[in-house]
């Protein structure tokens, strides 16, 4: 099956620790991205990569930092997490910039900082 | 300021009504995309549309990008249409990245 895939759905954890975000796409793609959705459903970009180079990196607190092995795997760790940071996580992979409609999202992660 | 503009914020539909969802853009832009997304769900890309219009099944999309803006058009909407929709475009200044807007949360009632 080809697609985007993330880990874990759902995480629960509190103020302070640490957590790992997981993704990976079997589509072949060499871009890919992370978005973040808040309450309000806004997504905004978070990072975006190509070919294992970060290209994009929004106004995002330090807190967040990407790790590419390969042009296929895009982690996402939060050191110290705060509430703010309570959202969905969603991961995305394209060919390039957005020149076609093979934009893929996955399902998401969802945080909850408690 | 928010780059895109999204109408209406919401929408309730009787089952076989039509629906028109506006977007607008404040800033120029190189393509734009309508996506579409269940409550808890992933994004899916209705289309990819950097111009004019593209047709399929019940949805007619239409972009004018000089007038930056594009509309989506759900005809005889279905219960299975409920759901949110956004759209998002890619910068004229830089890619690798998609603005979206806020979407438009329809409702489609039997």
């Known amino acids: 099956e080809t697609a985007v895939f993330q880990t874990p759905n759902y995480h629960v954890t509190q103020v302070g620790n640490e957590v790992s975000f997981n993704c990976k796409q079997t589509l072949g793609h060499d871009t890919m991205y992370w978005y973040k959705q808040d309450s309000k459903k806004l997504l905004k970009i978070m990072f975006s990569y190509n070919n294992k180079q970060l290209i994009v990196n929004e106004t995002v607190p330090r807190r967040f930092s990407p790790q590419s092995s390969d042009k296929a795997h895009l982690n996402l760790r939060i050191k110290s997490v705060e509430p703010e940071d309570s959202a969905v996580y969603l991961c995305?992979?394209?060919?390039?910039?957005?020149?076609?409609?093979?934009?893929?999202f996955g399902s998401g992660t969802r945080l909850l900082v408690i | 300021g928010q780059q895109v503009q999204q109408s209406p914020t919401s929408l309730v539909l009787q089952e076989g009504e039509n629906a028109e969802l506006q977007c607008n853009f404040s800033t120029s832009l190189n393509s734009m995309q309508w996506f579409y997304q269940r409550p808890g769900g992933s994004l899916i890309s209705v289309f990819y549309n950097p111009s004019g219009t593209k047709q399929s099944g019940r949805l007619t999309s239409t972009t004018v990008i000089k007038e930056r803006r594009s509309s989506l058009h759900i005809s005889s909407s279905q219960i299975t249409d409920s759901g949110t929709y956004l759209c998002a475009m890619e910068p004229g200044n830089m890619g690798y990245k998609l603005t979206f807007g806020t979407g438009t949360s329809l409702l489609v009632d039997p």
């Open positions: 995305a992979s394209s060919h390039g910039t957005l020149a076609n409609s093979d934009y893929t």
